[in-house]
T-cell receptor, first 113, second 112 residues
């Protein structure tokens, strides 16, 4: 069975400092992994996805994530946080052959001026 | 302008009433999904449909029903049997067999 664990429920950074949101996954096969962002009372927007190509994945708005099979991790990073990055972030793994997505509990990113 | 629309954005109902949430997509996607989101939790799958006239229960289907009579539409009915219906409901779609899902803006349902 597939599962995903987001290691921090809340992360707070200052504007202009790096962002690190941590995600570990469990999968019996080579997974597809995603990061989605959700601003308050909005739908989810895809930030980036890993589908067994390059292990370093670049997404929108300066975010990137690195797939590390040995550590079963898919952490999301950004070199410099912007106030507009404040949102809820979800790490997601896909279910095999079903199209179903399994969501982590989410990490709330707070960006302080 | 392609995308997924959900209406209404906010919905209020009295306990004991059934209510139907709308989800429409013009992306020509075969698969559609309904999720429920509660504060501090990730999304939980209610129902999904991979093709017209077919749908499957997700992880929390009890108290909900769906139909998929048209490719572009996947309405969700929250019945009076759903014990805790107040939540944020999100609809999504994807291409056949595709993993990437596109989400609508959501409907916040409040039942009192």
């Amino acid at each position: 069975a597939q599962s995903v664990t987001q290691l921090d429920s809340h992360v707070s950074v200052s504007e202009g400092t790096p962002v690190l949101l941590r995600c570990n996954y469990s999968s019996s096969y080579s997974p597809s992994l995603f990061w989605y962002v959700q601003h308050p009372n909005k739908g989810l927007q895809l930030l980036l996805k890993y589908t067994s190509a390059a292990t370093l994945v670049k997404g929108i708005n300066g975010f990137e994530a690195e797939f590390k099979k040995s550590e079963t991790s898919f952490h999301l990073t950004k070199p410099s946080a912007h106030m507009s990055d404040a949102a809820e972030y979800f790490c997601v793994v896909s279910g095999i052959n079903t199209g179903k997505l399994i969501f982590g509990q989410g990490t709330t990113l707070q960006v302080k001026p | 302008d392609g995308g997924i629309t959900q209406s209404p954005k906010y919905l209020f109902r009295k306990e004991g009433q059934n209510v139907t949430l709308s989800c429409e997509q013009n992306l020509n996607h075969d698969a559609m999904y309904w999720y429920r989101q509660d504060p501090g939790q990730g999304l939980r799958l209610i129902y999904y449909s991979q093709i017209v006239n077919d749908f499957q229960k997700g992880d929390i289907a009890e108290g909900y029903s769906v139909s998929r009579e048209k490719k572009e539409s996947f309405p969700l009915t929250v019945t009076s049997a759903q014990k805790n219906p107040t939540a944020f409901y999100l609809c999504a779609s994807s291409t056949d067999g595709g993993n990437e899902q596109y989400f609508g803006p959501g409907t916040r349902l409040t039942v009192t």
